[in-house]
């Protein structure tokens, strides 16, 4: 990521995307470093910690449209897991909407600038 800042790459051109692990290691990244993205792409994948687990982050992500997406039967990134994390992403002032269908969930988290 900083080098292609260093490269004068805005922030607000890059997508940050992941998949299964590379999810949850993206949406760890993503939590910790909140600012403007061009998107935020996390399939199959959530934030890391043991059931029970309390995050809590600062900072916005003024604008950044942010996709959850992972199948409702998943053992190893549960339902339960990608809400918890969708409820990090959509703090306030944060807007979104849900979609389920029967084995697949998904959360597009639009996030509104303040």
């Given at each position: 990521?900083?080098?292609?800042l260093?490269?004068g790459?805005a922030q607000?051109?890059?997508?940050?995307?992941?998949?299964?692990?590379g999810?949850?290691?993206?949406?760890?990244y993503?939590?910790?470093?909140?600012?403007?993205?061009?998107g935020v792409?996390?399939c199959?994948g959530g934030?890391?910690?043991?059931?029970g687990?309390r995050w809590e982050?600062s900072?916005?992500?003024?604008g950044?449209?942010?996709?959850?997406g992972?199948?409702?039967?998943?053992?190893?990134?549960?339902l339960v897991r990608?809400?918890?994390?969708?409820?990090i992403?959509?703090?306030p002032?944060?807007?979104?909407?849900s979609?389920?269908?029967?084995g697949?969930?998904?959360?597009?988290?639009a996030v509104r600038?303040k």
């Amino acid at each position: 990521m900083n080098e292609l800042l260093g490269r004068g790459i805005a922030q607000q051109r890059l997508v940050l995307i992941g998949f299964s692990q590379g999810a949850c290691l993206t949406a760890e990244y993503a939590v910790r470093h909140a600012g403007r993205y061009g998107g935020v792409a996390l399939c199959t994948g959530g934030l890391i910690g043991p059931p029970g687990t309390r995050w809590e982050y600062s900072g916005a992500f003024d604008g950044t449209p942010i996709f959850l997406g992972g199948s409702t039967t998943d053992t190893f990134v549960p339902l339960v897991r990608m809400r918890e994390s969708a409820a990090i992403f959509r703090a306030p002032p944060a807007r979104d909407f849900s979609i389920q269908t029967p084995g697949y969930f998904s959360t597009r988290v639009a996030v509104r600038p303040k």
